[in-house]
């Protein structure tokens, strides 16, 4: 089946230090790739995505490539700001041959930045 | 914003009870989908419906069902409730796509935190 497996949380970090959040998948078929982020009692964001091998997407100074050697959609920040406390979801959906494009979450990693 | 709305944004009910879940997608979007987030399951598709047409089926229990209407907003039906029952449901919309095609992308509503006593 498909999986997505996300680094163990939660992630404390100060501000402007780099962020790294580990994102692994296993797929039945050929995925596009997700990054969600979920903010205090709010619903899910699309934060970033990538449909091919090699795509990276960017979004708020936040990337992410896909890399299907290694399948892995590792996400990346250079500075993180207190804004950026949420939780994290990578999450992968399959091109079938149908109309079906449910997506798969990873467990979600937390990250607290501090002042 | 998603554009995306759901109703109520909260519920509290009593185990064995029945309630609706209310979902309006995003103008021209053809494609709704549930999803529940609880603590211990994490964030799990339910199911998928295109333009009032049950496309994927998740781990959605027998005691649940869904539909979507003409005018493409959907309900999600929770009955004989338990305890275990109480989550978070996301209702997310995406335009669609047709057989084949690349997946497009889903954008999520607030959601509605049940709570089961």
Not at chain 1, 88 to 114: D, E, H, M, N, W
Not at chain 2, 107 to 112: A, C, D, I, L
Request: charged content about 15%; glycine content about 10%.
């Amino acid at each position: 089946g498909n999986s997505v497996t996300q680094m163990e949380g939660p992630v404390t970090l100060s501000e402007e230090a780099f962020l790294t959040i580990n994102c692994t998948y296993t797929a039945t078929g050929y995925p596009s790739l997700f990054w969600y982020v979920q903010y205090p009692g709010e619903g899910l964001q699309l934060l970033l995505k990538a449909t091919k091998a090699d795509d990276k997407g960017s979004n708020k100074g936040f990337e992410a490539t896909y890399r299907k050697e290694t399948t892995s959609f590792h996400l990346e920040k250079g500075s993180v700001q207190v804004s950026d406390s949420a939780v994290y979801f990578c999450a992968l959906t399959l091109i079938s041959s149908g109309s079906a494009r449910q997506l798969t979450f990873g467990s979600g990693t937390q990250l607290t930045v501090l002042p | 914003d998603s554009g995306v709305t759901q109703t109520p944004k909260h519920l509290i009910t009593a185990t064995g009870q029945r309630v609706t879940l209310r979902c309006s997608p995003r103008s021209g979007d053809l494609s709704v989908y549930w999803y529940q987030q609880s603590l211990d399951q994490g964030l799990q598709f339910l199911i998928q419906y295109y333009n009032g047409e049950e496309r994927a089926k998740g781990n959605i229990l027998e005691r649940f069902s869904a539909q979507q209407f003409p005018d493409l907003h959907s309900e999600l039906n929770l009955s004989s409730l338990e305890l275990g029952d109480s989550a978070l449901y996301f209702c997310a919309s995406s335009v669609g796509v047709k057989r084949g095609a690349l997946t497009d992308t889903q954008y999520f509503g607030p959601g509605t935190r049940l709570t089961v006593l």
